[in-house]
Structure formats: structure tokens, C-alpha cells
């Protein structure tokens, strides 16, 4: 880590919180804003709902978390609020997530990624490094791939989802024994956010996370990535994180203490530290020659 990355993960650690207690400075530091976007299933557009720390004095890039399966940002205001001691935050909640707006069905992951996009365009952000846990990091890697110029750098936390465990009770089995080895104050906010989300995206998103081939998005990226995952995390295997990792041409992955998926959560300065070192040189990191070409049909 380089000496200005190391001074400006020191002030992260300091500030930090994790837990319940990183929720409470996160929500005293974030304000919260509205913003319009088209929708993308219907006609209708959608508020979708953020938290934001914008800080005019910084040079680093906006940061911008991106939450996972069913669920707002809730949960992500530990690592929020200690992030946003360095550079400018941001805490979206998708669509059908949270506070904003459902569309007229529950979106798929490529969709939920052009509403993304659709939301940092009408933010006028650009060049951003996007933070994302879970399933966040599938629609994250959609993002950076199909909108190369509104992203800078990728973080990914606990990314999924890990082949030898692609089917819907498999995922659901391991994400609940990796709850265990997370902080308790975590599951408060899935017991919030899930009923919110309704069973219909509950069902689609579920569906999508196993469907999914982060593997086969990563390659095409140019931008620099990194991968978090936490020490005992049951849903991400140290192989299938290091195999993420070797996709994108990243460095070896992070393992955080012995911390389940939610790690963001559990030791938010920790995962700070990380972020924050790829964020000192996302802006002026040559792009990488991209292992391959990714064509959508």
C-alpha cells in the first residue's frame, strides 16, 4: 500500500464503527436524497431513494455501495459512514429494494444494472468506484462492463455466487449458516428489508444470483478490481473468491478475520482499508488489456 493510501485508510480505521453502532454514525452522517429514473419494466418511472456523504474537499472518487440480495442499504452504513471520512458516499437503494420504487415486475440482473447506470447518469456521477456485497456484485460487474465510462474501479464483497453451489436451496443453506458468524444486529435489517421486497423478488432475485456467470463479465473489464471476503465466509469459499479475483485480473483476495458474509458489516474498517487503497489510484491506473470481449445477445 502506498504512503497515501496508508494515511487515508489510517483516518478510515480510526473513525470506523461496525455493527449496530457503525449503523448509528453512518445515519448521523449520510443525508438521504430522491432521484428520478426511467423505469425499465414499465412505462412508469421510479424514485429510487440514497444515502450521501458528498465531500467537495476530497480527491478521491465517489464511492458508491451497491447492496445485495433483496435488501437496501441499510446494512451497508457501517461501512458508509466510515468511508465517508475520506471521499464522497453514496447508498443506493435499487429498485424493488429498500425504499425506492418496485418497476412492474422484479428486474434482472442486467436490468437492475441499467437502473444503476440510469441512477449515476441522472447523479452526474462519473468515474466512480462501485462497492458491492453479495449479489450487488453481479449487477456491479454488469455496470462496469456495459457502462465502462461511468465506473473506475470495482469492489467486491463476498461476491456470488460459487458454482458448487448454484442452486436456490444451496444458497439459502449457506447463506444461512454464514449469518451465524456475523454480527446479530445484521439479521435486522434482512427482517426489514425482505418483506419489503415481497416474495416475487425474493423468487426472481434468488433465481438470477444462481443463474448468473460473474466469471464470464469479469474478463472483459479494464478498470482495477478487488475482492473482500470474510474469513469464515461459508457462502464465498477462498477458492471461488480467488477465482473471481483471477477474472478480473485482480490481486489475491482480501480475507477479513473470522467474519461471515457480512463483513462490511462486522468490521467495517477493516473492508475500509481495502477500499480505500483502490480508490487512491483508480483514477490514474492504466486500464488492463481485457482477457476477452464479452458480446451480449
Not at 268 to 287: F, G, I, K, Q, W
Request: hydrophobic share 45%; charged share 15%; proline share 9%.
Amino acid at each position: 500500500m502506498g504512503v497515501a493510501a496508508t494515511g487515508v485508510a489510517a483516518g478510515a480505521l480510526v473513525a470506523g464503527r461496525s455493527g449496530l453502532a457503525g449503523y448509528l454514525k453512518g445515519a448521523r452522517t449520510l443525508g438521504s436524497s430522491w432521484s428520478t429514473v426511467p423505469g425499465i419494466a414499465g412505462a412508469a418511472p421510479l424514485r429510487v431513494h440514497a444515502r450521501f456523504s458528498a465531500r467537495r474537499d476530497s480527491d478521491q472518487p465517489s464511492l458508491v455501495l451497491v447492496p445485495g440480495y433483496a435488501i437496501g442499504g441499510s446494512y451497508l452504513m457501517p461501512l458508509a459512514g466510515t468511508l465517508a471520512g475520506s471521499a464522497p458516499v453514496y447508498v443506493v437503494d435499487l429498485p424493488g429494494h429498500g425504499e425506492s420504487d418496485h418497476d412492474a415486475r422484479p428486474l434482472a440482473i442486467p436490468e437492475l444494472a441499467e437502473a444503476l447506470a440510469a441512477w449515476l447518469t441522472a447523479n452526474g456521477l462519473l468515474h466512480v468506484v462501485l462497492v458491492a456485497h453479495s449479489n450487488g456484485c453481479q449487477i456491479a460487474a454488469e455496470v462496469s462492463q456495459r457502462h465502462p465510462d461511468l465506473v473506475a474501479g470495482l469492489v467486491l464483497i463476498g461476491p456470488t455466487s460459487d458454482p458448487t453451489a448454484r442452486t436456490p436451496r444451496r444458497q439459502l443453506f449457506r447463506g444461512a449458516l454464514a449469518s451465524l458468524l456475523d454480527r446479530p444486529s445484521y439479521l435486522f435489517w434482512g427482517a426489514v428489508d425482505y418483506p419489503r421486497a415481497g416474495r416475487p423478488v425474493l423468487r426472481k432475485e434468488l433465481r438470477d444470483m444462481v443463474g448468473h456467470r460473474i466469471e464470464d463479465v469479469l474478463p472483459a473489464l479494464t478498470i482495477p478490481v478487488r475482492v473482500i471476503r470474510g474469513g469464515l465466509d461459508l457462502l464465498v469459499p477462498r477458492d471461488w473468491a480467488a477465482a473471481v479475483a483471477a477474472a478480473a485480473g485482480a490481486p489475491p483476495p482480501v480475507d477479513v478475520g473470522w467474519w461471515g458474509h457480512a463483513v462490511h458489516y462486522d468490521s467495517a474498517p477493516r473492508v475500509a482499508d481495502a477500499v480505500l487503497e483502490l480508490a487512491s489510484t483508480a483514477l490514474t491506473t492504466p486500464p488492463r488489456q481485457p482477457a476477452v470481449a464479452r458480446v451480449d445477445a
